[in-house]
């Protein structure tokens, strides 16, 4: 089969498409026709093992699995002897931060990290649907969201930023949103009352005060969104923050007026069932920006890298 493979932590350029042998699944495994993948924030980071942090977990001198991906969507093709909550012709979707091996045509998932894919749901809104969500998830879960609140989520038009946004338009609050000046529309339809052009506003000069702050995109820091915040409010990051001050924050402003608040991921266990009754209510619809194939998967990871994507980075697998 044909994968993308990196063989050392490295940039895009590092990637190769490589014929490497079927994987065989386990007892427990299924194993994954792969028709749609994304390239996400999450497989960059994997790719270059930054922050550093990160090689602890995957591998500390070159990484341990050599086949990209984090996100997968497609058709169980095998099953192991022991499996039992899922067949040959099921259409399942799944993710892993730490890496699914998704960027090849086949792979081997444990049964217990695949969920089926709602009826109605393609392949490419399924994994779509899923490295954004997932983060998103897990801000909301954090903090207490109540009616006529103020919220500003930096970084709305990304592929978590547009999920976000998306997920409290069920709540009776008002939000304001920054986004380059092409996406200013698309943020507005996906339920922003406000948007703010950061390459024209910036808006921690703006005088607005909000309850919770939500840096889907990891590029403020507390200090600078302090003084937006309401006495109880609360600052998100999707990202660690300068020398790990996200962490650091808190647990120093834990009882604090103001506090930092970090969102460890939610398990797929609890997420899936959530954007599942999303995807059928039609509640929520990912957004896709370019789509290329496994052989283009080098341009794919370059793109993402700029930090310009909207929304997210299709691969798809089998056409």
């Avoid at 993710?95 to 049964?111: I, K, L, M, Q």
């Avoid at 392949?123 to 103020?150: C, D, H, I, M, W």
């Avoid at 009754?277 to 619809?285: A, C, E």
Wanted: aromatic share 10%.
């Amino acid at each position: 089969m044909k994968a993308g493979i990196r063989r050392n932590y490295c940039n895009p350029d590092g990637i190769n498409l490589e014929s490497v042998a079927l994987p065989q699944c386990g007892d427990k495994e299924v194993l994954i026709r792969v028709v749609a993948a994304t390239v996400n924030r999450t497989d960059c980071a994997n790719l270059a093992a930054k922050p550093f942090l990160m090689r602890f977990v995957l591998g500390f001198f070159r990484p341990k699995e050599i086949i990209l991906g984090t996100d997968f969507a497609g058709e169980i093709v095998s099953v192991g002897k022991s499996v039992s909550s899922c067949s040959v012709g099921d259409s399942v979707f799944g993710f892993n931060d730490t890496g699914s091996r998704s960027h090849a045509e086949y792979t081997a998932v444990a049964e217990e990290n695949v969920y089926a894919i709602p009826e109605n749901i393609d392949y490419r809104r399924a994994a779509a649907s899923l490295e954004g969500g997932t983060y998103a998830y897990s801000f909301l879960r954090k903090v207490s969201v109540r009616p006529q609140q103020r919220i500003l989520i930096n970084g709305a038009s990304g592929a978590i930023g547009s999920a976000l946004l998306q997920f409290l338009r069920e709540y009776d609050v008002r939000i304001a949103a920054t986004c380059n000046a092409e996406n200013i529309e698309l943020v507005k339809s996906l339920g922003a009352d406000r948007v703010y052009d950061y390459t024209k506003e910036n808006v921690l000069h703006g005088g607005e005060v909000y309850d919770h702050i939500f840096d889907a995109v990891g590029k403020w820091t507390f200090g600078k969104c302090k003084p937006l915040l309401k006495r109880n409010g609360t600052y998100t990051s999707s990202e660690l923050g300068p020398y790990f001050q996200n962490v650091i924050y808190s647990l120093l402003t834990s009882s604090g007026s103001k506090k930092v608040i970090f969102p460890i991921p939610c398990s797929q266990r609890e997420f899936m069932p959530f954007i599942e009754s999303k995807l059928v209510s039609g509640r929520f619809s990912p957004v896709i920006d370019r789509e290329y194939s496994l052989s283009d998967i080098s341009n794919a990871y370059a793109y993402v890298i700029t930090g310009q994507k909207t929304g997210n980075v299709m691969l798809n697998i089998w056409r």
